[in-house]
């Protein structure tokens, strides 16, 4: 059973435009979220993380926000950029202590010039 | 500051043969996890090591072992190869057991023929 979701395997966006990548999850215990970024033939890059106690981090163009209630987080990108096309990971743990992340299975963003 | 590095990028073996993967963490970090990415599978936790011990482990069978160093670096070695474990193995390095985020090497890929 899938812990962490995302339920979007590939998603297409014009340059200029906003990413929105979704995920889901079902354990109650996680509470902190990451988002990697991995491009062909290198390991996943994190991109940026969001803990339980806030509902919204920014870094530059990406955003990432956390509704607890509905146990979905998304990372905004904006503007997307060509240089953004990648497969995007998301992954969950509970905070601190020695505890693995879960990772979804990536959704693959294309952004289109 | 150097980053994860791993050893060697690409390996071809066959069947029945074992193989032994590097990873050299990030400079002073103490906590080295493998995982194992295949096509839409997203990334599958193997183990984690901090001091040389083993604290966690994925449910992979005992073909896949592991090790850690005094200087923090790890092996991990699949023995009696099988087409399945043609994959893109990962090492991800935190400061500790606590650290809440890893930080990954470019991986190796291994084909089974």
């Known amino acids: 059973d899938q812990q962490v979701k995302q339920n979007s395997p590939s998603l297409s966006v014009q340059e200029g435009r906003i990413s929105i990548l979704n995920c889901d999850y079902t354990?109650?215990?996680?509470?902190?979220f990451l988002w990697y970024k991995k491009y062909p033939a290198e390991g996943p890059t994190f991109l940026i993380s969001?803990?339980?106690?806030?509902d919204k981090n920014e870094d530059g163009r990406f955003t990432v926000f956390l509704n607890k209630s509905a146990k979905h987080l998304s990372l905004h990108i904006v503007p997307s950029q060509p240089g953004d096309s990648a497969v995007y990971f998301c992954a969950a743990k509970p905070s601190g202590g020695s505890y693995i992340p879960t990772f979804g299975r990536g959704t693959s963003l294309i952004v289109h010039p | 500051k150097a980053g994860v590095t791993q050893t060697p990028r690409y390996l071809i073996k066959t069947r029945g043969q074992q193989v032994t993967l590097s990873c050299s963490p990030i400079?002073?970090?103490?906590?080295v996890s493998w995982y194992q990415q295949t096509p839409g599978q997203g990334l599958q936790f193997l183990f984690e090591y901090f001091s040389e011990t083993q604290r966690n482990k994925g449910n992979f069978p005992g073909r896949f072992s592991g090790r850690q160093f005094s200087n923090s670096r790890s092996e991990m070695n699949v023995s009696t190869l099988e087409l399945g474990d043609s994959a893109l193995y990962l090492c991800a390095s935190s400061q500790g057991p606590e650290a809440d985020t890893q930080y990954f090497g470019p991986g190796t890929r291994l084909t089974v023929l």
């Open positions: 354990n109650s215990m996680f509470d902190y």
């Open positions: 400079s002073g970090h103490r906590s």
């Open positions: 969001i803990s339980s106690i806030k």
